[in-house]
Nanobody, 121 residues
Framework: QVQLVESGGGLVQPGGSLRLSCAASGRFVSINSMGWFRQAPGKQRELVASITSSNTTNYADPAKGRFTISRDNAKNTVYLQMSSLKSEDTAVYYC???????????????WGQGTLVTVSS
């Protein structure tokens, strides 16, 4: 019933920019945090950035200074603005949310389907 839908991935040249969006929908009391993870070919999934309901942000070292995570609580949407993209940023980017279910009041999580970002000339 709760789902995350990502958008914004695609092909971009090195040094370019891209903005990813993730919209949450369904029955939840609140979303405690949202984040972006990525999984590059041959590597494990890793955290890129996260943001809490109070807009406290956290970035992995490779994202610092280049990526910006933001959140529109009214729209239950999280964004990842990516700039100065490098070939090593190529990965499937997944949105993740930690939320309180409106049905059970339990803490649950959901993953988006992923959106592919390819950085290549």
């Amino acid at each position: 019933q709760v789902q995350l839908v990502e958008s914004g991935g695609g092909l971009v040249q090195p040094g370019g920019s891209l903005r990813l969006s993730c919209a949450a929908s369904g029955r939840f009391v609140s979303i405690n945090s949202m984040g972006w993870f990525r999984q590059a070919p041959g590597k494990q999934r890793e955290l890129v950035a996260s943001i809490t309901s109070s807009n406290t942000t956290n970035y992995a070292d490779p994202a610092k200074g280049r990526f910006t995570i933001s959140r529109d609580n009214a729209k239950n949407t999280v964004y990842l603005q990516m700039s100065s993209l490098k070939s090593e940023d190529t990965a499937v980017y997944y949105c993740h949310a930690l939320f309180i279910s409106a049905n059970s009041y339990r803490i649950l999580d959901r993953w988006g389907q992923g959106t592919l970002v390819t950085v290549s000339s």
